[in-house]
């Protein structure tokens, strides 16, 4: 498996911005695709970003749509998702995880429970 390392949190007023990173080690990065999620105090973890294991393609739910990017560079194994304008709302653990697809260019899929490997999170806290 994967290993993961999340950074890049932290504490944001509204309307800031952040970009997270998530280093993998271990098994080769680009034979996975990527996600992010989060999850806020009382709430299931909840779907953010996904991007296909070659870059082209990504998928975004409705809330961040138009906020935020998610990229990766194959090259230093790490994944990243910018967000901007960032919201109360926004305020959670940020995991990624890595799932092993055998296309290089399907995106990640939307259910947690599809990916191999998770981080620790990071901590994104947005004040209003």
């Known amino acids: 498996q994967v290993r993961l390392v999340e950074s890049g949190g932290g504490l944001v007023q509204a309307g800031g911005s952040l970009r997270l990173s998530c280093a993998a080690s271990?098994?080769?990065?680009?034979?996975?695709?990527m996600g992010w999620f989060r999850q806020a105090p009382g709430k299931e973890r909840e779907f953010v970003a996904s991007i296909s294991r070659s870059g082209d393609n990504t998928y975004y739910t409705d809330s961040v749509k138009g906020r935020s990017t998610i990229s990766r560079d194959n090259a230093k194994n790490t994944v990243y998702l910018q967000m901007n304008s960032l919201k109360a709302e926004d305020t959670a653990v940020y995991y990624c995880?890595?799932?092993?697809?055998?296309?290089?260019?399907?995106?990640?899929?939307?259910?947690?429970?599809?990916?191999?490997?998770w981080g620790q999170g990071t901590q994104v806290t947005v004040s209003s």
């Open positions: 995880g890595a799932s092993p697809l055998s296309s290089w260019y399907s995106i990640g899929p939307r259910s947690q429970y599809e990916y191999e490997s």
């Open positions: 271990g098994r080769a990065f680009g034979y996975y695709a």
